[in-house]
């Protein structure tokens, strides 16, 4: 190999070696309406790193006038769900739910994902909220 293919590849390897860039800080969807049947139920989700760690995270505000019966349990692509939190949220509370810290090596970019089931006069009611990619 010639000195300035070995020099370059020498310069280049802290980068190849730090894996992907990523967005600082999280990466939210924020406010997202989770149902025509759960009014001023809404998510915030999003993808939140360390390093070369990430994990998905949800708030769910209740906005409405009633109490709200959630589950809601955080992920990202990769996985990472550790169960659901769940419970009542009164109106003008939330609930959080965090999944587990994964290493993601491999991908340009992750996105937080919450599946979230609420308790409507109808039964339950399922969704998923995503955050962008970061």
Do not use: F
């Not at 949800?58 to 996985?79: F, L, P, S």
């Amino acid at each position: 190999m010639a000195p300035l293919a070995t020099a370059a590849l020498v310069a280049a390897a802290p980068l190849l070696a730090a894996g992907p860039a990523h967005a600082a800080g999280p990466v939210c969807s924020y406010g997202v309406p989770v149902g025509a049947s759960a009014p001023g139920l809404t998510a915030t989700v999003c993808i939140e790193r360390s390093g070369q760690s990430a994990r998905g995270v949800v708030w769910v505000q209740n906005a409405g006038t009633a109490y709200v019966y959630v589950k809601a349990d955080a992920h990202t692509d990769d996985g990472g769900a550790n169960g659901a939190t769940e419970g009542w949220v009164a109106p003008g509370a939330a609930l959080y739910d965090a999944g587990s810290w994964l290493v993601d090596w491999d991908s340009a970019g992750e996105r937080g994902h919450a599946t979230l089931d609420h308790w409507s006069g109808t039964g339950w009611q399922w969704t998923v909220v995503s955050s962008p990619v970061g």
